[in-house]
């Protein structure tokens, strides 16, 4: 399974799980007290430890792993949580080359680093960095590049090969432009050069498509 949350939400933050209620129901409940009305998903994120699931005493239905938490604490979360999936956190808009501590994110940035064309740049250049300036090594992917594209399909289908996880959240997918010249150190570093909202739009359409297509063709179905 494939999911495509909304886009360009506050990233990553160090070892905290998010929390968000999904489906909760509206207006007034239909079913007795006690009973649970709302499917609840746990976002981990960070350098989580099996230690951090004591502190949460409600069950939850979904997990959202970053691929640097351990398979332990995947396997407390479905014990302590029967019935609930774990999707593998995938972020598709950018590398951050400060998350080279992390063994995952360093084989990111060594396979991606050397191909700038897999990067947008600005007019002088320098690739241009999202998330800025709270961030300031988040180098943003031209999504448009096919390269790029094979590259993140084939890492979904690694990921989903493994038979660690029930499916995928492909992070950060967007169709709405984000890099508007008037969030130009606010959001971003500086605008890319030779792209249009138009042009983006087409870029993350055809990325997702690459990545549902490898999908398929590796034999991976979605669980009922």
Request: net charge positive.
């Amino acid at each position: 399974m494939v999911s495509t949350p909304r886009p360009l939400r506050n990233p990553l933050s160090g070892s905290v799980f998010l929390l968000c209620a999904l489906l909760a129901c509206l207006g007034p409940p239909r079913t007795s007290a006690g009973e649970r009305t709302a499917r609840i998903t746990l976002m981990a994120l960070g350098d989580n430890r099996v230690a951090d699931l004591d502190a949460l005493p409600h069950r939850y239905d979904l997990m959202i792993a970053s691929a640097n938490v351990g398979q332990d604490v995947i396997a407390a979360f479905r014990q302590r949580n029967p019935g609930a999936l774990a999707f593998c956190y995938v972020n598709t808009s950018d590398i951050n080359a400060d998350s080279v501590k992390y063994p995952y994110y360093a084989r990111l940035w060594n396979d991606t680093n050397p191909h700038e064309d897999w990067f947008h740049h600005d007019a002088t250049g320098a690739r241009v960095r999202i998330y800025y300036p709270k961030y300031k090594n988040r180098c943003a992917f031209h999504t448009g590049k096919p390269g790029l594209q094979q590259y993140l399909a084939g890492l979904v289908v690694e990921t989903l090969k493994s038979g660690r996880y029930d499916g995928i959240q492909l992070d950060n997918v967007s169709t709405e432009f984000p890099f508007r010249p008037e969030l130009v150190g606010k959001w971003i570093s500086a605008t890319p050069v030779d792209i249009t909202p138009a042009q983006w739009t087409a870029d993350e359409v055809a990325m997702l498509k690459v990545i549902m297509k490898a999908v398929a063709d590796a034999g991976l179905k979605e669980k009922k």
